[in-house]
């Protein structure tokens, strides 16, 4: 088997699947969906894009997973300047039944019931946890990136998941006052916490960014090369089973850029701090 390494340096690339781009429209819902060029009960996924942004800034990540044999849908809804978490939540519930409902593609592409995940980006990494909570049938796996508090906590249904997470978090970035990973990890037995010292919270969000004008951060490559092949490993793994990508999701392997902590070996800064931290000009 390949080391640990070498499959991070080959997921930090595209995946050997050419890859065909549609539109969640068709059904109902705006946003957009990448897909394989074929496959049948291939893994899906919904992504959740952060606050002030949109499915259209993760076109790159979400081509990178459909490159790789994953299924990946966005949708474009609460971008507004005080979205909701639970509305946002739904949609990417409604998003997985639709990847997973109809034929993609030219009917040469479809989504296995059991093989579905979601994920998420600041904002939408907590409506992520707040959408497989509300699930009927829970997904094999969540991922949470760099999530941001919300209003209700995503702490609250976080407590009540059991399938497997992954949470990441950032150290040394303004914005990482707005982080509930650490809360996250706490209360959510099942999740793996895993810090990126030099990675930008913000990051992941590609092309120019007009809320800028405001403080929020723009697009970072090195940020996003290493999250799509975190990401991507942990989801060939957890909704595949495919043993070769097994140490993306063990808590205790040591991956290149980011390092799995214990939520508890430390006593963060509390949310109430955070808080006025964001106030003081």
């Known amino acids: 088997m390949a080391s640990t390494k070498k499959l991070f340096r080959a997921l930090t ?9 549609g539109d969640l429209a068709f059904a109902g819902l705006p946003g957009v969906v990448f897909t394989p060029e074929s496959g049948l009960s ?7 894009h952060d606050w002030l942004a949109g499915a259209d800034r993760y076109h790159g990540t979400l081509e990178h997973l459909a490159s790789w044999g994953i299924v990946a849908a966005a949708p474009a809804t609460e971008t507004g300047l005080a979205p909701s ?9 409604t998003t997985l039944d639709i990847i997973a409902g109809v034929r993609l593609g030219p009917g040469e592409i479809s989504v296995h019931r059991s093989k579905l995940g979601v ?14 909570a509300g699930m009927p049938v ?3 796996s969540v991922v949470a990136i760099f999530p941001t508090v919300t209003s209700p906590p995503a702490e609250e249904p976080a407590a009540t998941l059991q399938v497997p997470g992954l949470v990441l978090s950032a150290t040394g970035d303004p914005m990482t006052l ?4 650490v809360e996250l990890a706490r209360v959510w037995k099942s999740a793996t916490l895993r810090t990126m010292a030099k990675a930008k919270p913000g990051g992941l969000i590609e092309g120019r960014r007009l809320a800028r004008v405001v403080g929020l951060p723009g697009a970072d490559r090195s940020t996003q090369k290493v999250i799509r092949a975190l990401i991507t490993g942990y989801l060939l793994h957890t909704l595949t089973g495919d043993k070769t990508y097994r140490d993306f999701a063990d808590p205790d392997s040591v991956l290149p850029k980011a390092t799995s902590v214990d939520p508890f070996a430390d006593d963060p800064v509390d949310l109430e701090n955070k808080v006025i931290a964001l106030l003081k000009p």
Do not use: I, M, T, W
Request: glycine share 18%; proline share 7%.
């Open 85 to 93: 978490a639970l509305n946002f939540a739904y949609d990417l519930g």
């Open 178 to 181: 707005r982080s509930n990973a």
């Open 119 to 132: 994920v998420g980006h600041g904002f939408g990494g907590s409506a992520a946890v707040f959408a497989a």
């Open 42 to 48: 291939l893994p899906g996924v919904a992504f959740g």
């Open 13 to 21: 690339r595209r995946g050997p699947h050419r890859v065909l781009r």
């Open 138 to 140: 829970k997904p094999r």
